[in-house]
């Protein structure tokens, strides 16, 4: 039986990289500017997607790359908790 849906990564793959930059550049500036919860939401929302993205290349990135990119989603992280709390 063959499945239906393309997998996660075949899905990724064909999604516009302009599209996708633009839709994080918004989030983070909605999540920027935005008061309490909801700003708090949005760059939570962000760090999902950067969660998705991070687990589907980690074997793909180098280790300096890694790094990079985990301190990136830290302060994602730290940003969406300090507009929150």
Same mark, same amino acid.
């Given at each position: 039986?063959?499945?239906?849906?393309?997998?996660?990564?075949? $899905?990724?793959?064909?999604?516009?990289?302009?599209?996708? @930059?633009? +839709?994080?550049l918004?989030?983070? &500036?909605?999540?920027? @500017?935005?008061?309490?919860?909801v700003?708090?939401? +949005?760059?939570?929302?962000?760090?999902?997607?950067?969660?998705?993205? =991070?687990?589907?290349?980690?074997?793909?990135?180098?280790?300096?790359? $890694? =790094? &990079?990119?985990? &301190?990136?989603?830290? =302060?994602?992280?730290?940003?969406? &908790?300090?507009?929150? @709390?």
């Open positions: 039986m063959q499945p239906t849906q393309p997998s996660w990564p075949t $899905r990724v793959r064909r999604i516009n990289p302009t599209g996708a @930059f633009l +839709a994080a918004a989030l983070m &500036l909605v999540g920027l @500017f935005a008061p309490g919860i700003g708090g939401a +949005a760059l939570l929302l962000l760090a999902g997607a950067l969660v998705m993205l =991070l687990r589907l290349t980690w074997l793909a990135v180098p280790p300096a790359g $890694r =790094l &990079l990119r985990l &301190l990136v989603l830290t =302060l994602v992280v730290a940003a969406a &908790l300090a507009k929150i @709390f």
